[in-house]
């Protein structure tokens, strides 16, 4: 199984909403991010946990909040969003984030697999 | 500061037209260069991993070449199928972890 599940498709909240993205892989992966992709842009990563921990947090305002409840589970909470939050949000996971020197079979482990993306809408 | 950039932005071929893709960076602490493809509404797909220059994958139609500065994507005898926004993007390490995507090329192969 190499899928990426998110929940919901689609999300039209307003500004005084609180909602929740989710984020399921079941590949045994130690790694999963969330990044915000909007229109003819490239994913911008968010958030990034490794094994069940943050790990990196690129300077996102505090209305994200991330959540990794376990392995396999990763949440983004949502509060006070403003309308220039609407985006596509991806959930990606790797097998490893992490490494020193690659060789052999250490090799694949960076490689991203995305799910299909929650589309936020903020009024 | 690192950068990694993709051009051309927009492509359209004739099917069965041969091209390529250009994936330029200037970074520290090169650690992989990913390629993945996008469809409209969509969450990328993994298509391939390069590690070091001189490094080749293939798959079907793409062929990926990776070289010191710039890594390559080669579609051979498109087909409309393979119309998307191909995205490259490097993993960096040096002291602190980096993830970089390319602002993308998007192709349309035309019947």
């Known amino acids: 199984d190499t899928e990426v599940t998110q929940t919901p498709k689609h999300l039209v909240m307003g500004m005084t909403n609180k909602k929740s993205l989710k984020c399921e892989q079941h590949m045994g992966h130690r790694a999963m991010y969330w990044y915000k992709q909007k229109a003819k842009k490239p994913p911008e990563l968010m958030f990034v946990?490794?094994?069940?921990?943050?790990?990196i947090n690129e300077s996102v305002p505090s209305r994200f909040s991330p959540e990794c409840p376990n392995s396999s589970l990763l949440n983004l909470h949502l509060h006070a969003l403003q309308p220039e939050d609407s985006a596509l949000y991806l959930c990606a996971s790797s097998q490893g984030l992490l490494g020193g020197l690659i060789t052999g079979e250490s090799r694949p482990q960076f490689a991203q697999y995305f799910g299909p993306g929650t589309r936020l809408t903020v009024l | 500061e690192d950068q990694v950039t993709q051009s051309p932005e927009a492509l359209r071929l004739q099917e069965g037209e041969s091209s390529s893709l250009n994936c330029s960076y200037t970074v520290s602490g090169l650690r992989g260069l990913f390629w993945y493809r996008q469809d409209p509404g969509k969450g990328p797909e993994f298509l391939f991993t390069?590690?070091?220059a001189g490094e080749e994958k293939e798959k079907e139609r793409l062929k990926a070449t990776l070289t010191k500065k710039e890594s390559f994507l080669h579609i051979t005898a498109p087909k409309p199928e393979d119309s998307a926004t191909y995205l490259c993007?490097?993993?960096?390490?040096?002291?602190?972890?980096?993830?970089?995507f390319g602002t993308g090329t998007r192709l349309k192969v035309l019947a």
């Open positions: 946990y490794s094994y069940e921990k943050l790990s």
């Open positions: 993007a490097v993993h960096l390490f040096s002291g602190t972890y980096k993830y970089i």
């Open positions: 390069l590690y070091s």
